[in-house]
């Protein structure tokens, strides 16, 4: 077991550290001069009473289900005087411990197992609710916008003023070589000077 902690190490100090693993029951809450000074430890405050056995991914006291890290820098549990006991029953000869007590001190340890950790979640149906909720909100902000927001169209959209347009723009000879954008419904016309041009292109290319 080790203590990943570098602040931990350094208010702690090597004498603590020394007194952890010497001790086989652990240090105590009351009389250790090791757990009155990681009580003064930033981290100690947050994690409470919660066993510290190893560096974890990044040498902080978190707890963390991962699979690149399964072994989290403390324990998922904090320590009371049942889960005291059972581990000093522990120590002892395991064949003794009942089914419930194995898994009391697995979860004391973990949060899940590695199936439970493996197994699908039903986080997609949050996701996808959160996206339908959004395209229905969208959808009635467009129905909003474009009922009461905007103004009715000005006659030069309907069909045929368009139609009329494209035809005047012919009559222009205007975009000769990019050509003109023909609304639906209109017959496709060509300026004169534009058609005795492709003639000549057309007999050039022939010849």
Partial sequence: MLIGSKPILRQCGLRGLLHRFASPQGPSRRNSNYEARCDDDPHRRIIGNREIVCHGMNGNPTYIDSWDYPFPAIRYRECTPELMALREKERGDWRKLTIGEKKCLY????????SELQAPNSD???????????????????LFIHHKVYVKWPESFSTENRIAQYYRQVDLNMQPFSGIYRPPG?????????KSMLKKAHEDETN
Avoid: D, P, Y
């Fill in 107 to 114: 979860r004391a340890s973990f949060r899940q197992t590695f």
């Fill in 186 to 194: 209109a017959e496709l016309r060509i300026h004169a000077k534009n």
């Fill in 124 to 142: 997609w149906k949050c996701i996808i609710g959160v996206v339908l909720m959004g395209i229905s909100l969208s959808l009635w902000i467009h």
